[in-house]
């Protein structure tokens, strides 16, 4: 089999609900050839997703992903291996953003629990999937991160106090850009999705006690369609335009 007649592997983590599952989704309906590992902690307690494997029978494949669990991500790999060898793409897509409040706010407890899934998350997955990219022959590692990590637009985000959420994204940011440096073969970058209405986002917005999040609701766009504008710029992307920059959803570039 060619290269060009070969089938794109992906691999989704966090595919259960929200953007993850729209990628999923918009992947299967783009690509009528690619095959789609959707992992998540429980995958078949997802009514959506288990509608989706059954719409797309032998393309989308079920697997669990716990974000950290070094033995988990590495038998997700060993199995992704034993059936195909490879894989094409990677979106590290799990995370979480369930507490708002100031530094001096929010519990130690809280922070690690951001950097364990937000960070050490992609890093763990990262180190199971490598071998997996380097057989490809068009790697790429992308990290779903946030305008919220980035220092330059600290002073300039609106009055919403995500501390923790904040300072995991900006950990992944140097994570993802190190991670383009350290594998000279691969495409990697992190990219904000910018405002999108999905049950994380439900969540931030119940933990709001100010009430501002739920005031801004009209201005953030389904999952399917950021889904789309993302998975474009992954499509077309390269190591030389767009490997360890920070990207945004309409294709511009934010400041680190």
Sequence with gaps: MSESSKP?????????????????ETIASRDSTA????????PSSSPQLVKLAEKYPG?????????GDKEGNDAMARAIKAKYGRVDTV????????R?????ELSIETYNDYFSVNVLGPIVLFQSVRGLLS????????????GRGSLELISRKSGIDMSAYGMSKAALNWVTRKIHFENEWLVSFPICPGPVYTDMAKEAIASDET???ATMKDVWRPPNVVAEMILDIVATSTRDKDGGQFHNESGGRYPW
């Design 35 to 42: 095959i789609i590992y959707a992992g998540g902690r429980n």
């Design 100 to 104: 708002v409040g100031q530094i001096h």
């Design 8 to 24: 794109k592997i992906y691999l989704v983590a966090g595919a259960t609900r929200g953007l993850g599952l729209a990628f999923v």
């Design 59 to 67: 393309r989308i494949e079920c697997i669990t992903y716990v974000a």
């Design 135 to 146: 057989a490809s022959t068009e790697p790429r590692f992308i990290c779903i991160s946030s």
């Design 211 to 213: 009430g501002t999040l």
């Design 91 to 98: 979106i590290a897509n799990a995370g979480i953003n369930n």
